[in-house]
Structures are given as structure tokens and as C-alpha cells.
């Protein structure tokens, strides 16, 4: 069949509202030609993973911007392998340079940094997704 | 020559004119600083020019007191918050001795939304962007060594500030200090939460009848609080226009007005005490503009829709901060120049407290040296350009009056749509517009189009997307390690251990009976009870038994 | 596909939730895999109650929606959600943001409590479809969607779409209850009367009903099912829909909404009406297959060397567009050999 649309999760994980950067990201991925599952505020790795089996989404993107992403990052890629899903995650937000190579290391496939621009935000979801069909 | 002439007959006009005259009485009544008022050429300046109205009269527009930062210079209040009570104890210190003269505290994320160090929710995240306060026994240690009687102090949280309010008035009772003493702020601003920041609790209206609680409270017994500041700082950052953001907090403020006055408090008893926060962003003028019109605006609803009689009710008094949106993770340096800029928009706009972003903050919390190049920078601001020597010294340009002006028409249409959406009520129009998406909408849709022109390059943003050489990568972060987490609940187990169960329980039941009585005050409860020890989640819990939780349907 | 259609299925029906999530991909991606689910599931389809929920966006359906399957779940039912969202024309990319409304409250109190595994055991099958711009798509993955939530056994299956495109109002509209959600202020009952909907409503909810407003949206209501009395369901069948006030943000009225929904299809049963509807339903799914085959039928005939032949005559004049247009559907209808 002809290429159906990458279906993607936009999610915000624990207690971090700052959803400026997700919400243009959605818009982003929207405008790319992709669904977007939006999640919003305040979810947990539980409902996350619900949605995603639910959903059978292609990628989980999750968007953070209280320094908690060495925590929560890892703590989701094993969550989901943990629930036997091989769905890439990838993470957008404040992220130093210096944990690129952990969060790599604990199996983020990507991460989207300030300033990433439209089409580096859209390539980088096709490339995450394509690597891993 | 004749031109010459010209000019000086223009001056001679306003000079000899009976407003000016009016002004200059109470001008004249007014402290002054010390200070050369001279240019650094050695040429005397006045301390305003150019026809009225004239700063401290109605409507404002050039200022909310007649001698402005001829008086005093602004309050160089310092936002600083992180790991635990006692690390952000020892930055106010720094900050007390480096000539800082306010202080203003950030809390971490648990603490903002009601959560407890232990909560499985706060994994990750105590002490990450502010301060973890769990219970009393933080508060005091936060405050330690800081003479609460003389010292301002603002407290940066809105969904649970009642009981952090609590808290802090239960510090300064251990340490003797009179009630009617303590000024500060504490923020309050329970809308724009809804709106932009996200950190809410309970849904709107119980949360208002908190506030409301708070504000009626607070005039009893705390005169020189200032119960809310109504902010469109984060209004900003989460990507509204300057116009948006004017427009959004000021409705916000007449939204609190009538829900204060529906609930029985006289306007002129709690209006005088209201204060708000703005952003001061990159675009220099639509600053003054906008901080111009702010004081406009504000005097004009108060006086002619509400019926303010007080003068001070009418007084649009802001905190300032500069944009932390604005700065950028590439080359992070030249922040300093863009903040520098801002800090000087908002003291041209007429602020009366300003903090002043640390560059490196894109990517983490200000280090020490970044601390201090921000206030330095003010310092630079305050005492070698000549700004604060000459009261609204942009009053009169034909940009800046037009740019005023402009950001208040756009501001009214605002207005009149909520009106609309209200009935002829600005408080149910933002009911309204939080529950219809309005307010989120219409901020993504500026951010959107905002990221749009840098992206498409029609908006250049230096070190972003033009002008990119000469990014070395070098990070100096300020990283809060997870011994802060592990400390801090220790710390935590260590207090309910301690503490008496029983009594905790009576007084959480306390609170949750003032709670479920909406002409009971929550305050004397919450207060009665965070002296027992009970945690901020546990008390904001006990309201929620009453009032629910609010989960946003997002809006895109 | 790698992973066998029937295998899926078959975890699907024992109740696991990524199995059935993979299979509505399938519906929603079409062709042949599609048809291969839709003949294994037909048998064990037909007993679900198919609740179509439409309104305008911020008339709370979501959320109603959401309150409702909620309780439902509370209560021991097996309830699941097809929410339906317009793709962008231009990009085919799509913001689908109902879930939130819809979804177990996050971040709030029950979110905090430790078993949250059970919690999903028991808690609504929550789908989120892009109408996905091609042709016809939605008409068929819609009823096919429900249907497979239905072979699965998830009862009710409750559709949601905004009510916009006549797809989606004949989806809706192929519903065994068909619910119009209206608020005050918004001119709904305007909207809904241009959009037909109120022809084939079975049940209207007034949401936000402690709005000022409320009555009037109601009275307004009740004044256009008098009106229609002589032409709709009313004079054919003597039911009248009722008009259900709700507040579903204070979770108000929803579980009226339930009993009244439970009472249409009480109504559809004493009557007989419930077989017709399913019948109807299938028709509808049967006539959007075969409008759907012919568009890909005509759209390869426009592509062929025949078809461009005879469309190329149009532009020297020597052959008229109607009469270009005859010479095609002869193609197409009497030679279907002929096309590729």
C-alpha cells in the first residue's frame, strides 16, 4: 500500500509544564505530513505506553525542559522495552551537549535540541522511525 | 538661530505650564537620592522633560510616582532557587552581599505543583529548577540568618502559595517578627497558569476563592504583602506577542478585581497591593510600549469601570524580568548583550524591580559568575548610562507614543472579546477563555508563527539561524546532582518521623473542613497546620479533597 | 505485513490491547490485508452498541465522551472510543489531541495511586483516526474499525468525529444511537440543522449546561423536533429524542446520557429497528466499498493510454465532455477487462 503516515506520540513526562516547544513541534510534525498523538502535561511511562499500543504509533517523542531528562529519558526507553515495544524515543528540549552520549548510550534514538529547525526536526523523526522498520 | 529659538519657546511652554508646576511641587516633596545628575560630560539634566500629563498623575503613562528613579532606582531583585533550602540560603547570602536588594525565590517543580519530595511524581526533579520545600522545617532553613522585617521577598509559586504563604508567616512568627511587617509578594497568579505556565492544582474557581482568601487575609493582618502579582512574564515565554501578554495579564488582574470585590473586599482595601510582572523581550521599543500602555490601561479600567477612588489603585506597580526565552543555547555569551538590552527597555518602561537572566541559562540554572554579570549588568544600567537620571525619557517621541498607544488599542480589542465571552464580565470572559482553549490557542498560534519566520530566515535571530560562527561549545553547567533528591527526602522521613501524627491529621481535617466552607478562610487552617509539620503536599491534599484537580484538554 | 492477520487477531479477541492496536493500522492503511481482517471478522461482529458522537470542536464531546466510557469502564463495561479527526488538506498530516479530553484523567489523583497495570486492564480502548484526506478512506476504515471492536468485544463503541463532511455524518448517522452534543453560545443547533444532523439524531446532549444559555439551546431544540414532528423519526416510529442536559467537566448528566442511550436502544430492539440499523449500517459500509472501487477503477482509467486518448479528444473539439464522459463509463462499467 502507499506510504501511510508516520503516526507519532508528543508527550511531556512528570510534572514539567513548559509545552511551548511541543506544541510547535506538533505543528511541525503536522505540517510534515504526519499524525501526531498528542499527549500533552503531566504523563507518566504507563500512560504512554498504553497510548502507544493503542495508537501503534511509529515514534514516542517526548519534550523536557527541567533538566530531568537523564532520569526520565532512560527511564522511559526502558519502559518501553520493558513492555516489548521497539518504538524509537526521542527526545526534544534543553539538553547540554555533554549528555548526548549517555542518553544515546541508554537507547534514545534522537535528540532535538533549541533551534533544530522544521525540516531538521521532521528528518530526524523519518530517519529514527525508518532505522527502526 | 531662529530654530534655536524655536525649541527653547517650545520648553519655556511646558516649563511654565500649571501641570508642570503641579509636579514639580511634588516632586520637590519627594526624597532624592544622591546622585551627580549629570551627563558624564559634566551637562546638569532635569529630572523630566516635555509637556504632561507627568509621572505619578493620572493615567501614568510616564510613571507611577512623581520622582521615579530620582527617588530610588529600581529593586535589583534576583530570582534564585535550587537543591536545598540551605544552597539557596547561601546564594541569597551572595546575592544580600553583592548589593542585591531584594530577593526572590524560585522553587523546584514538586514544590510548584504541590508535590513532596517523595512523591513518586517528583523522581527526577527535587531541587532541579528551584528550591524543594517540603515543610516548615525547609521554609526555616531557607530564610536562615535573613531578617525578614527589612529584607523583601518574593515567593515565585501560585498553585499551592496559600500553604507556602503559611509557611513563611509561620518563620517569621518563631523568629518575632510582626506580621504587619513582612512585605514581599508571593505570585499567586493562578490564571496564567491555566493560560501559559500549566502549574495549577485545583481548577479555576476554587483556586480563586484560595486567592481571594489570601488577598482578603493579607489585608487584615499583612499590609505591606503584595498578595498577587499578576504576570505575563510567562504568558510571554510560552510565546504570546507583546500585545498578548499586556492584554492576557491586565484582564487577568481585572478578573482578580471583580472576584475580590464579588466577595466583599472594598476595591480600594486590596487593589493598592497588587502588583504584576512582565517580560522585556528583545524588540526595544514595543517594550517601552508595551510597559507604557501597561500603566494606562490599568489606571483607566480601575478609575472608570471599577470605580477605584485610591490613587494607589490605580497604580500599575511591576516587577520586570528580562526575557528567558530570548536567550539562546548557541553561543551563549552574547545573552549578556541581549539581556543587557532588555534590562534597559524595562527600566526606560518604568519598572519598579527587575531580574536580570544569567546567559547561560538556556541550558541549566545560572552558575555563580553568571549570577553576578546579570546584576552587574543592571548595576551598568542603574549608574553609567544616564537612564535612570531622567524620568521617561522616551515620553514624547513620536515612535514611542505611537507604539503606546498601538499596544493599547490591541490590548482593548482583546478586552472587548472577553468582555463579550463574559456577558459584560471580565472575570467569567477568562473563566471562559481557559475553558474554551482561547488563551492556549492563541498563544501557540503566535509561537508558531514566531518559530515559522525564524525558520523560513525572514526573522534573523543571531547564533540561531545567521551569524552561527564562532559557537566553541564550551558549557559550564550548574548541575544539581541526585544526592540533592536522596538528601532531601531523608530529610523529609526525618520530619514525619518526628513529628506528632495525631495532630497533624486534626489539623489536614482542619483544612479540609475550611475547604468544603466557602465562607470560612482557608489561611488560619493551613497556617495552624503546616506548624504541625504537615507537608505541602499533604495540606494541598486536603484541599483537594474539596476542590478536585484540573487536567488541561489540550488545545492545539 | 510480517505478523499473520489471524494471529493478531486472535490476541486481540483474548483481550490484549497492541495486537488490536496493530490491527486497526491495518484498517486504516486499506487494501488487501484490510479485506483479508474484515472477511475473518465479520461473523463475530454485530452485537455491540455503536453510539456515534458528534458536535462542534469545544462543545466538550471529548470530554462527555471521556466521562462516560469512564464510568462505563467503572462499572464493569468493556467500552471503546474511535475518535475522529480532520487531516490537513494540504499536508495529510494531522494534530490528533482528543485523546487527552478522553483519556484517564494524568497527573491527578488516580494517576498517583501505585497500581496503575490494573488500572489499564479495565480501562477504555482509546483509537485516534486522521480522515486522512484520500477518497473515501474514511468510510471504509470507520466501519470496519468499529466493526473489529466489536468482533474483539469491546461494547459500547462509541465514534467521535466534530460532524463536519458528509462522511463523517453518515458514519455517525449509520450509528444504532446517534448523539448530537450542543452547548450554549456557539449556535450549534444553527450549525447542526445546516449540517443535517438533526434529522438524524437520536439523542441530544446540551453540555455545559450550567452555562447561561443552557435553556435556551434546549428550548430552541424542542421547538425544531415540534417542527420537524410531521416529517421525522417522530411521525414514522413515535420516538422522539430526547434532550439530555449535561455539565461533563463536573461530571454532571453524563450517566443520563448513558440511561437515555440505553433507552434508544431499548427503543431499537422493541421495534425491530436494531436489525435495520446494522443492515443499514452494512450497506452503507458495502456502497462506500464499491463508490471507492470505482473511483480506483476510474482513476486508473484516467491514468491508461485508452483513457487519456479519449480525454485528449475533448481539447480539439471533435468530441464533447459528456459524451467523453459516456465513452469512459462504458469502459469502465461494461469492459471492466479493458481497464488495467
Not at chain 2, 169 to 183: S, T
Not at chain 2, 254 to 272: H, P, Q
Not at chain 3, 234 to 244: A, D, F, M, W
Amino acid at each position: 500500500m502507499a506510504d501511510a503516515p508516520i503516526r507519532i506520540i508528543l508527550a511531556k513526562l512528570g510534572l514539567d509544564g513548559h509545552d511551548r516547544g511541543i506544541k510547535v513541534v506538533a505543528r511541525i510534525l503536522r505540517d510534515s505530513g504526519m499524525e501526531v498523538i498528542y499527549l500533552g502535561l503531566r504523563q507518566t511511562t504507563d500512560t504512554i505506553i498504553s497510548a502507544a499500543e493503542e495508537e501503534d504509533v511509529d515514534a514516542i517523542g517526548l519534550s523536557m525542559h527541567n533538566a530531568s531528562h537523564m532520569t526520565l529519558a532512560p527511564a522511559m526507553v526502558e519502559a518501553v522495552r520493558a513492555a516489548g515495544l521497539e518504538t524509537p524515543v526521542i527526545v526534544g528540549g534543553i539538553v547540554p551537549d555533554e549528555d548526548l552520549e549517555p542518553l544515546a548510550a541508554a537507547g534514545v534514538a534522537a535528540v532535538l535540541g533549541p533551534g533544530s529547525s522544521a525540516e531538521e526536526v521532521a528528518a530526524t523523526v523519518r530517519q529514527a522511525v525508518n532505522t527502526n522498520r | 538661530m531662529g530654530h534655536e529659538v524655536e525649541i527653547h519657546a517650545e520648553e519655556e511652554a511646558w516649563r511654565n505650564s500649571p501641570e508642570y508646576a503641579a509636579w514639580k511641587e511634588r516632586y520637590d516633596a519627594a526624597n532624592h537620592r544622591d546622585g551627580l545628575f549629570t551627563t558624564m560630560s559634566g551637562v546638569p539634566v532635569e529630572p523630566i522633560y516635555g509637556p504632561g500629563p507627568y509621572p505619578g498623575e493620572y493615567p501614568y503613562t510616564r510613571g507611577v510616582y512623581p520622582s521615579m528613579y530620582r527617588s530610588r532606582l529600581w529593586t535589583m531583585r534576583m530570582f534564585a532557587g535550587f537543591g536545598t533550602a540551605e544552597d539557596t540560603n547561601a546564594r541569597f547570602q551572595d546575592i544580600l552581599r553583592n548589593g542585591g536588594t531584594g530577593l526572590s525565590t524560585a522553587f523546584d517543580m514538586p514544590t510548584l505543583m504541590g508535590r513532596d519530595s517523595d512523591s513518586p511524581w517528583a523522581l527526577g526533579e527535587v531541587g532541579h529548577c528551584g528550591v524543594a520545600v517540603d515543610t516548615l522545617a525547609d521554609m526555616r532553613d531557607l530564610f536562615a540568618n535573613v531578617d525578614l522585617s527589612s529584607v523583601s521577598t518574593s515567593m515565585t509559586i501560585n498553585g499551592p502559595a496559600a500553604v507556602i504563604l503559611g509557611m513563611y508567616i509561620a518563620v517569621a512568627e518563631e523568629n518575632g517578627v510582626d506580621l504587619a511587617d513582612l512585605a514581599g509578594t508571593i505570585q499567586s497568579d493562578i490564571f496564567k497558569e491555566y493560560q501559559a505556565q500549566k502549574e495549577y492544582i485545583y481548577p479555576p474557581r476554587p483556586s480563586v476563592r484560595i486567592i481571594t482568601d489570601m488577598i482578603k487575609f493579607t489585608s487584615d493582618e499583612m499590609p505591606k504583602w503584595h498578595p498577587i502579582s499578576i504576570s505575563g512574564y510567562h504568558i510571554r515565554e510560552a510565546g504570546s506577542t507583546a500585545a498578548e501578554e499586556l492584554a492576557f495579564t491586565l484582564a487577568n488582574g481585572f478578573a482578580y478585581v471583580e472576584a475580590a470585590v464579588a466577595a466583599g473586599v472594598d476595591i480600594d482595601e486590596f487593589a493598592g497591593r497588587l502588583s504584576f510582572f512582565f517580560n522585556s523581550h528583545s524588540d526595544f521599543f514595543e517594550e517601552i510600549g508595551k510597559l507604557r500602555a501597561a500603566r494606562r490601561i490599568w489606571a483607566r479600567w480601575m478609575k472608570e469601570r471599577y470605580g477605584a477612588k485610591a490613587e494607589r489603585s490605580m497604580l500599575c506597580r511591576f516587577h520586570t524580568q528580562t526575557a528567558g526565552v530570548s536567550l539562546t543555547a548557541q553561543q551563549p555569551e552574547i545573552n549578556i548583550a541581549r539581556v543587557a538590552i532588555q534590562a534597559l527597555a524595562g527600566v526606560l518602561g518604568g519598572t519598579q524591580s527587575l531580574h536580570t537572566d544569567s546567559f547561560d541559562e538556556a541550558m541549566a540554572l545560572p552558575t555563580e559568575k553568571a549570577a553576578r554579570i546579570a546584576l552587574r549588568t543592571q548595576q551598568i544600567v542603574a549608574h553609567e548610562t544616564g537612564a535612570a537620571d531622567v524620568i521617561d525619557p522616551l515620553g514624547g517621541s513620536d515612535y514611542v507614543e505611537w507604539m503606546t498607544d498601538e499596544m493599547e488599542r490591541r490590548a482593548e480589542a482583546i478586552f472587548a472579546h472577553l468582555d463579550e465571552l463574559g456577558s459584560g464580565s471580565i472575570l467569567e470572559g477568562v473563566y471562559a477563555g481557559i475553558d474554551n482553549g482561547y488563551f492556549v490557542s492563541e498563544i501557540a498560534d503566535s509561537a508558531y508563527r514566531f518559530e515559522r519566520e525564524i525558520n523560513n530566515g525572514s526573522r534573523i535571530i543571531v547564533g540561531v539561524n545567521d551569524f552561527t560562527d564562532g559557537d566553541d561549545g564550551e558549557q559550564n553547567i550548574l548541575r544539581i546532582g541526585p544526592e540533592v533528591e536522596e538528601y532531601q527526602r531523608k530529610r523529609l522521613a526525618d520530619v514525619k518521623m518526628k513529628r506528632n501524627d495525631a495532630d497533624v491529621q486534626a489539623a489536614l481535617d482542619a483544612v479540609t473542613a475550611a475547604a468544603s466552607d466557602p465562607d470560612v478562610n482557608v489561611m488560619p487552617s493551613i497556617i495552624a497546620a503546616v506548624k504541625t509539620y504537615a507537608t505541602l503536599e499533604e495540606v494541598s491534599v486536603a484541599m483537594e479533597k474539596v476542590f478536585g484537580t484540573y487536567v488541561e484538554k489540550a488545545v492545539l | 505485513m510480517t505478523a499473520n492477520i489471524s494471529d493478531l487477531y486472535a490476541q486481540a479477541r483474548k483481550g490484549e490491547r497492541r495486537p488490536l492496536g496493530r490491527l486497526l493500522s491495518i484498517v486504516e492503511r486499506g487494501g488487501p490485508d484490510a479485506d483479508e481482517l474484515s472477511a475473518l471478522i465479520h461473523a463475530d461482529a454485530g452485537s455491540a452498541h455503536i453510539i456515534g458522537v458528534t458536535g462542534s470542536p469545544g462543545s466538550g464531546k471529548s470530554t462527555l465522551v471521556g466521562q462516560l466510557v469512564s464510568d462505563l469502564a467503572a462499572s464493569g463495561n468493556k467500552p471503546a472510543v474511535l475518535a475522529v479527526d480532520p487531516s490537513s488538506p494540504l499536508t495529510g498530516g494531522a494534530i490528533l489531541g482528543d485523546r487527552v479530553r478522553i483519556d484517564r484523567e494524568p497527573g491527578g489523583a488516580a494517576a498517583r495511586s501505585a497500581d496503575r497495570t490494573t488500572a489499564q486492564k479495565h480501562a477504555p480502548f482509546v483509537r485516534s483516526m486522521a480522515t486522512r484526506g484520500h477518497s473515501g478512506g474514511l468510510a471504509l476504515a470507520v466501519p470496519l474499525a468499529v466493526r473489529l471492536f466489536d468482533a474483539v468485544g469491546y461494547d459500547p463503541v462509541i465514534i467521535e468525529t466534530v460532524g463536519v463532511g458528509q462522511v463523517e455524518v453518515d458514519v455517525v448517522s449509520a450509528a444504532d444511537t446517534a448523539v448530537v452534543v450542543m452547548t450554549p453560545g456557539m449556535g450549534d443547533s444553527v450549525q447542526a440543522n445546516k449540517a443535517g444532523l438533526l434529522e438524524v439524531a437520536d439523542l441530544f446532549v446540551v453540555n455545559k449546561a450550567d452555562r447561561p444559555g443552557a435553556e435556551d439551546v434546549r428550548r430552541d431544540l424542542d421547538l425544531m423536533l415540534d417542527l420537524s414532528h410531521m416529517t421525522g423519526q417522530e411521525s414514522s416510529t413515535g420516538y422522539r429524542p430526547p434532550i439530555v442536559m449535561a455539565s461533563a467537566l463536573h461530571g454532571d448528566g453524563t450517566s443520563n446520557v448513558w440511561q437515555a442511550a440505553v433507552a434508544h436502544r431499548g427503543h431499537l430492539d422493541a421495534t425491530e429497528q436494531r436489525v435495520s440499523r446494522r443492515n443499514y449500517r452494512l450497506q452503507t459500509e458495502i456502497r462506500a466499498r464499491v463508490e471507492h472501487g470505482l473511483l480506483l477503477a476510474a482513476d486508473a482509467l484516467f491514468e491508461s493510454a485508452h483513457g487519456r486518448t479519449v480525454i485528449s479528444r475533448t481539447e480539439h473539439a471533435d468530441l464533447a465532455p459528456n459524451d467523453a464522459s459516456q465513452e469512459l463509463l462504458n469502459l469502465l462499467l461494461n469492459q471492466p477487462e479493458e481497464s488495467p
